[in-house]
Nanobody, 122 residues
Framework: VQLQASGGGLVQAGGSLRLSCAASGRTFSNYAMGWFRQTPGKEREFVAAIRWSGGSTIYADSVKGRFTISRDNAKNTVYLQMNSLKPEDTAVYFC????????????????WGQGTQVTVSS
């Protein structure tokens, strides 16, 4: 699976962004999809994930109620809608595909996109 993330940018605190991750290659719908983020000097942090059917989602406590993950298997795309953004959300965001569980663990992801920078100014 090849993954291409997009949609990052610079936004003021309280604003919104929507990240997209387009997949190609293997059957997209066979994989759970996740978003992770990373800042310099820190480990990659789980943000949100969605099972292959789209019926089950999981979020990090830090983004619960503000971020929404969704997927469109017909378009081979997963989205991360980010609302009420905070400066601490600033990071490079990565999308990833997994066929292992649990899906909140980065080591269980087989494929990774290149990352998109999100910067939230105060």
């Amino acid at each position: 699976v090849q993954l291409q993330a997009s949609g990052g940018g610079l936004v003021q605190a309280g604003g919104s962004l929507r990240l997209s991750c387009a997949a190609s290659g293997r059957t997209f719908s066979n994989y759970a999809m996740g978003w992770f983020r990373q800042t310099p000097g820190k480990e990659r942090e789980f943000v949100a994930a969605i099972r292959w059917s789209g019926g089950s989602t999981i979020y990090a406590d830090s983004v619960k109620g503000r971020f929404t993950i969704s997927r469109d298997n017909a378009k081979n795309t997963v989205y991360l809608q980010m609302n009420s953004l905070k400066p601490e959300d600033t990071a490079v965001y990565f999308c990833a595909a997994s066929n292992m569980y649990p899906i909140y663990i980065a080591a269980n992801y087989n494929y990774w996109g290149q990352g998109t920078q999100v910067t939230v100014s105060s």
